[in-house]
């Protein structure tokens, strides 16, 4: 049998087991990121002539970072690695890519997207004021630049990662003015039965939180945010938050670090043509897989954060198990032992995840209650007000066509950042179930590309 042609997107914890597993197979994968570096957003390499220690950049992910990357290091020369690179299309069995102002494309019989995931955003108003950061873009600043997004920060937000970011801040020695959370301390109580499934990671988060507090950093839970305050010449100045005794407070910062959790990229999946599906428990669209990672599309595999949020570790196993389940499909011996424990794991990660949407649950009221003037769309500075007005007006009451009305998510992030609150907007307008909004298609270029493009043959 001819050896197929295996093309693997992401070179995150997902990409690095998955084209781990193909070489042990005797394949040599094409790896595309688009990455300067491996390691993906959560064990994101430092530029190369930075020296800070793994301890120092990485926590008590320190070790598990370390060995992600002295594997990726190893098989360097088994595998076709393509950094810098884009993939920006999927069509016909073909993934098109950008590198160096230069287009190309592959062709491919297997097909495993790790795409992982970004940042999930609730707008806020003047969240476009200069300052204001997601959690993943502070956390890069941090991680790529050795610098702080502020002289004065606040994070602000719900789930682990607003932990984990303002404790790095926190050790890197930058001033934390506050953490502000979201959801309460008696919605995280609630999850624990849930977050008991995985001990360790529940340990490290209570560890996070205590540090945060002995740093005399002010941390609140149960917080509305209300208004970032600013103005377009000097940007970010304060944050203006409800306690949830009701008192409204305004804490003063010269940067603003948000996020609520994560969610999947998914554009690429869309585009290859896989079926997704509603999630009610996270309150989005996701890819639909089988328990190895198979899409609806033969050929097509998907693993890690681009399908479910299942942590650094959860994305290694799955990239172990696209990459098992594609051998399988292509007549490779596949031991049924190893299967079983990767299947065993994800199953306690998966109760992990829905712990966590349970603590850290996603505020959808906050779209429904802000005000006219928000913007929501901040590539095309469409408000909350303009949206509605599309809904209650023109009767577009699905994502696509509130888009085509409004252009909510036709600018630069296509809708990865306004997506999600745009959904919950309209539905709150119209007085329907969020699902019943639909998704935002994906188009290619699933990012901007130059017009002066030249093509590669291959």
């Known amino acids: 049998m001819a050896q197929p042609r295996v093309v693997i997107v992401g070179a995150g914890p997902a990409g690095v087991r998955c084209a781990e597993q193909f070489v042990k197979a005797g394949l040599r994968p094409t790896v595309i990121d688009e990455g300067r570096r491996d390691g993906g957003q959560i064990y994101r390499r430092q530029p190369e002539n930075f020296k800070r220690p793994y301890s120092a950049l990485y926590g008590s992910e320190a070790e598990r970072a370390e060995s992600l990357h002295r594997s990726f290091d190893a098989l360097h020369a088994a595998v076709d690695y393509r950094p810098e690179t884009l993939a920006w299309n999927i069509s016909e069995g073909r993934i098109h890519l950008l590198s160096g102002g230069r287009a190309s494309s592959l062709a491919y019989d297997i097909l495993v997207l790790c795409t992982g995931a970004t940042d999930r955003l609730m707008p806020l108003k003047g969240w476009q004021f200069a300052g204001t950061y997601s959690l993943g873009a502070a956390q890069v600043a941090l991680k790529s630049q050795a610098c702080s997004v502020g002289r004065e920060v606040v994070f602000l937000g719900s789930g682990p990662l607003l932990y984990l970011v303002a404790s790095q801040y926190i050790k890197a020695g ?20 849930k977050l008991m499934a995985r001990p360790s990671l529940l340990k490290k988060g209570m560890s996070l939180v205590a540090a945060i ?211 919950e907007v309209i539905a709150a307008a119209a007085a329907i179930p969020i699902a019943e909004v639909g998704r935002l298609r994906a188009q290619a270029p699933v990012k901007p590309l130059p017009f002066n493009l030249v093509e590669d043959a291959s």
């Open 174 to 193: 930058a001033k934390v003015a506050a953490v502000l959370d979201t959801s309460s301390f008696k919605q995280q109580l609630s999850a624990l039965p």
């Open 213 to 423: 507090r002995r740093a005399g950093v002010p941390l609140e839970n149960g917080v509305t945010p209300l208004e970032i305050i600013g103005d377009p010449e000097r940007g970010v100045q304060a944050l203006s938050y409800r306690q949830a005794n009701g008192e409204i407070v305004n804490v003063s910062c010269d940067a603003v670090a948000m996020g609520y959790h994560l969610r999947a990229e998914t554009q690429l999946a869309d585009l290859a043509r896989c079926e997704f599906a509603f999630d009610q428990t996270s309150r989005q669209w996701l890819p639909q897989t089988d328990t190895d990672g198979r899409s609806s599309v033969p050929g097509v595999y998907l693993a890690g954060d681009g399908v479910r949020i299942l942590g650094a570790d959860g994305a290694e196993n799955a990239g172990r198990l696209a990459a098992l389940a594609a051998l399988a499909d292509y007549g490779h011996t596949v031991m049924d032992a190893e299967l079983a424990a990767l299947r065993k794991q994800q199953l306690a990660m998966e109760r992990f995840r829905r712990g966590l949407l349970q603590a850290f649950p996603w505020p959808a009221q906050q779209a429904a209650s802000l005000p006219d003037e928000a913007i929501v769309c901040r590539c095309e500075c469409i408000t909350a007000g303009e949206l509605r007005r599309v809904v209650c007006d023109m009767g577009a009451i699905e994502a696509n066509r509130a888009k085509a009305f409004s252009r909510v998510g036709m600018g630069r992030c296509q809708g990865r950042y306004c997506g999600h609150a745009g959904a």
